[in-house]
């Protein structure tokens, strides 16, 4: 069967014959999932569950934010604000290794456990983030110009709050997970990771082992030369 997430604060209905892996179930900010038998299908609005100085004031989720950010940098707020998108992302059932390894596209190259976008390291083609990192909000999040709220680098939301810095955090287009920038109580290090920023092993969700992504606190943050795996794809 598969799963809908009305929002982050109702259970998980059936929707679909196929069966959804459980471990989907930990995407609490899907408005729906469905399995096809060979691609996860996963929509969302895209719109952060945690407070942000790029919402609207109005909004409840609105906090103004003057502090540090990522890397210490001094918090400057960009001129763009959070809007509602509509994300439909596939990704596979099954995910395979991909000998071509693809490099990841500008934009959408995963998403995370609360329905928020992961982007990849650069802030345009084979432009570093440098310049765009102070302007990452009080959970290291924000949004472009069509008001597109995403991550570059750990959601820290997600490490803080909602669970742990060893944690799931989200998967890529190609069906790997993504985990958090700990392991086993240990800050995982980039040369511990392959080119692509991953490596194998069982976790909690999959003791049989599998291969993972990492977020690390460096370049490249979440994907290394491009996906492991064969990817999947994203509209909106």
Not at 2 to 9: F, R
Not at 14 to 31: F, H, L, N
Not at 139 to 160: A, D, K, R
């Amino acid at each position: 069967m598969g799963i809908s997430c009305k929002n982050a604060s109702e259970n998980i209905t059936p929707t679909s014959t196929a069966a959804v892996p459980e471990v989907y179930s930990k995407i609490y900010g899907a408005t729906s999932i469905t399995n096809d038998g060979t691609y996860i299908t996963i929509k969302t609005t895209g719109v952060p569950d945690h407070k942000s100085a790029y919402f609207a004031s109005t909004n409840a989720l609105y906090e103004a934010f003057t502090g540090k950010t990522f890397g210490g940098n001094n918090f400057a707020k960009n001129p763009n604000s959070i809007s509602a998108q509509s994300f439909t992302f596939k990704i596979p059932v099954n995910p395979q290794v991909d000998a071509a390894h693809k490099a990841t596209p500008l934009g959408p190259i995963g998403v995370a456990l609360n329905g928020v976008p992961l982007f990849n390291q650069y802030a345009g083609p084979s432009q570093p983030l440098t310049n765009e990192v102070n302007g990452f909000d009080q959970y290291w999040g924000h949004p472009q110009q069509t008001g597109s709220y995403h991550y570059h680098v750990e959601p820290l939301y997600l490490t803080m709050v909602k669970a742990n810095k060893s944690a799931l955090l989200g998967f890529l287009l190609d069906g790997f997970p993504v985990y958090g920038p700990e392991e086993g109580g240990q800050v995982v290090q980039n040369s511990s990771l392959d080119a692509y920023h991953g490596h194998s092993h069982s976790t909690t969700e999959y003791p049989n082992g599998i291969y993972h992504y990492h977020i690390t606190s460096t370049d490249p943050y979440i994907n290394g030369s491009g996906f492991y795996g064969s990817a999947g794809t994203v509209s909106q």
